[in-house]
């Protein structure tokens, strides 16, 4: 991706549910909020292809020249992602079978089936036929490709398909009755088309974990096969034009390491729910630039204010939007992009927000808003665009586990990856220690702590690869319920966890489920500046021998109490911490401050709780991002300085004013490594 030299600030644009007398009131509304990128039209292949044989591009050509006339690039998307009425009714292949074995009917969107042949021929011939078109013109600056991937489906197509990359994966039946321990409830199979897809018509899907988990990998290549059959006659037309797709913020669907690998930058959809922590955002921007190993990406939409499909859609306050958008910027976005410009006049999204409300002129709350982003937007320039993001903490984070710990029937049904992986991050974060989100194939020798909460599936040369990362001098932090079974989901046999036993140097006998409100306590052995306890834990709470590590707290209650709940093992010439249970956000914390010290680990400022400070460097040059969370305004130590605070242009040094909720964009005067 080149660099784009400006953010990109816009977003969704769909002129064609608008008469074009609205078009240049458009214009002229969008270069005053400085837009200067639009995505369009990303769900109008009805429009644009009235029938099998025709073709209708002439009100696309007039929209693009228009908007290139007014100096606006486009980000121009196959509308893919919502295919026309008489083409389902023609070929019904497309159309997809629910998860309940419901063949599913025209509407809505993204209702395909990703193995459709004739999903593909007719997605392939628009997009080879806006390639043609759009190609060479002015304004295209990116593709985009659809809208959101993520339909599973149990269609025959799908079954088919299913037993052929089972056979690409397995080779022999006997392999797969072996990874898939089919000798349990005779699940054995003799021939390839025994294989049923696990819908609700089976059960399957809740009573079979290694069929599931394999049904999950191969949607997601059956979604990425989609977006290549597209991209890939995009790329022929434009080799030079950055291909990409909105990932949905839902993230759990498609294994987005896969998938963003086919991308030339990831971009996704930020919709935050108000309740929802800022380490959650902060997780999930620091997800999306992990995809590409620390490469920038595109916020491809968030809402300007209100939505509308939160079950209560609280506007968005004053300042909220702006926060939201540099705290994007401040983990690596390149973009500030909105869903959407014009607000719909009906429809399932008349009441979600857009630049441009239903008052219809720019005398509203959200558009002054974002005309001050769009114009601060412009001030930064390039000066964080294909920035990268220092870190020396990397925390380990996989789809394939996600989806087997969570199929895991027991031991308890709260068990859930991200929120406890967003724990652990959270207590780094909040202090302000840069952490990237990395796959199991990183590279862990550019980092000096690995974490690594809930990693219930051990791949092949995993463990080894952490234990020789710490015998080398690393650190780990691995909690409960890890290193238990295989890329298939077998038990590894030996006392968990698994491989990591060596490098922790302890065993598990046996996980204790606790019921929803009880709880245990953990005791710290030998209090210290740090450690005080005792802390609350809930969940699960692991029997954990020793073999080499050290207690730091143990159960305090229970037939288990005295048993060890935090350990320390020297390792080789590193160190690792085994959490055995759930514990409350502040043992977490108070460990994170122990660790961090002992790194020697620093924030790249130091602030007030409550403001969130991250680091970006391009060229040699260090930018700082200061971001208040807090309700009150606050002061914060620039030091000697002197800095630029790029928004306004102010020299800042020492002692500064931070207003509730603002936003600081500081360049070091000075160069650094
Ligand atoms: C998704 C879609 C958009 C729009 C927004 C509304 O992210 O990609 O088309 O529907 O939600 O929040
Ligand atoms: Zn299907």
């Not at 458009?26 to 429009?47: C, E, H, I, Q, Y």
């Amino acid at each position: 991706m080149p660099d784009p030299k400006q953010i990109y600030y816009g977003g969704d644009y769909n002129p064609d549910q608008w008469p074009e007398n609205i078009w240049q009131e458009d214009m002229r509304l969008f270069r005053l909020a400085g837009v200067n990128l639009v995505t369009l039209p990303v769900f109008s292949w009805a429009k644009l292809q009235p029938d099998e044989d025709h073709y209708d591009f002439t009100w696309l050509d007039r929209i693009l020249d228009l908007l290139h006339e007014n100096g606006i690039a486009v980000c121009l998307a196959t509308p893919t992602a919502a295919q026309p009425a008489w083409m389902s009714r023609r070929y019904p292949d497309i159309l997809p079978v629910d998860e309940q074995g419901r063949k599913r009917t025209h509407g809505k969107r993204v209702n395909i089936c990703p193995n459709s042949p004739s999903f593909r021929r007719f997605s392939r011939e628009i997009a080879r036929r806006m390639a043609d078109r759009y190609s060479r013109h002015p304004a295209l600056a990116m593709w985009h490709v659809a809208n959101e991937y993520g339909t599973y489906c149990y269609c025959e197509n799908c079954e088919a398909a299913f037993r052929t990359w089972l056979r690409n994966r397995y080779k022999t039946v006997d392999e797969l009755n072996d990874r898939w321990n089919t000798a349990f409830w005779g699940h054995t199979i003799y021939e390839w088309d025994e294989i049923v897809v696990p819908s609700e018509r089976n059960d399957d899907n809740k009573w079979y974990q290694p069929i599931m988990l394999d049904y999950l990998r191969f949607m997601t290549d059956a979604n990425i096969a989609c977006f290549n059959n597209e991209a890939d006659v995009l790329r022929a037309a434009t080799p030079e034009i950055p291909v990409m797709t909105n990932m949905s913020g839902f993230i759990k669907k498609i294994d987005q390491f896969k998938m963003t690998a086919s991308m030339d930058i990831v971009g996704w959809d930020n919709y935050p729910s108000p309740k929802d922590d800022r380490s959650l955002i902060a997780f999930k921007h620091d997800l999306m630039r992990g995809l590409k190993g620390g490469q920038s990406y595109l916020m491809v939409e968030q809402s300007p204010g209100q939505q509308n499909w939160q079950p209560y859609n609280v506007l968005k306050r004053p300042g909220e939007v702006r926060r939201l958008s540099f705290q994007a910027i401040a983990h690596g976005s390149d973009s500030v992009l909105y869903f959407q410009l014009r607000q719909s006049v009906a429809g399932v999204e008349k009441f979600h927000a857009a630049l441009i409300a239903h008052a219809g002129h720019e005398e509203t709350r959200v558009f002054r808003e974002c005309a001050r982003i769009g114009a601060e937007c412009r001030r930064l320039g390039d000066a964080v665009t294909g920035a990268r993001s220092p870190a020396r903490v990397g925390i380990l984070f996989d789809w394939d586990n996600w989806w087997a710990l969570e199929l895991s029937s027991g031991p308890s049904r709260d068990l859930q990856y991200l929120p406890t992986v967003v724990q652990y991050y959270k207590a780094f974060h909040e202090r302000n220690i840069p952490v990237d989100v990395l796959p199991y194939s990183a590279d862990f020798n550019n980092y000096d702590l690995l974490i690594t909460p809930l990693m219930y599936l051990q791949k092949p040369g995993v463990a080894d690869r952490i234990t020789r990362f710490v015998r080398d001098g690393g650190h780990l932090l691995t909690s409960f319920f890890s290193g238990l079974v295989d890329e298939n989901d077998r038990v590894i046999l030996g006392g968990y966890p698994g491989g990591l036993r060596d490098v922790l140097g302890i065993w598990v006998e046996e996980t204790d489920a606790l019921l929803p409100g009880a709880a245990n306590s953990m005791r710290i052995v030998a209090p210290d500046d740090y450690l005080q306890g005792p802390y609350r834990c809930s969940l699960l709470c692991d029997l954990v021998h020793l073999r080499g590590a050290r207690a730091l707290a143990v159960y305090g209650e229970d037939f288990y109490a005295g048993m060890p709940c935090l350990t320390e093992h020297d390792f080789g010439r590193g160190k690792a911490w085994y959490v055995a249970t759930a514990a409350e956000d502040r043992l977490l914390a108070d460990l994170a401050g122990k660790i961090i010290d002992q790194l020697g680990l620093k924030a790249p400022l130091e602030v007030p709780q409550g403001v969130e400070v991250t680091r970006r460097v391009k060229e040699g040059r260090d930018v700082l991002f200061v971001i208040s969370h807090l309700m009150d305004e606050t002061t914060i130590d620039l030091g000697p300085g002197p800095r630029t605070e790029l928004l306004t242009g102010a020299q800042l040094r020492g002692s500064v004013t931070l207003p509730a909720g603002d936003v600081l964009v500081l360049q070091n005067t000075r160069n650094s490594q």
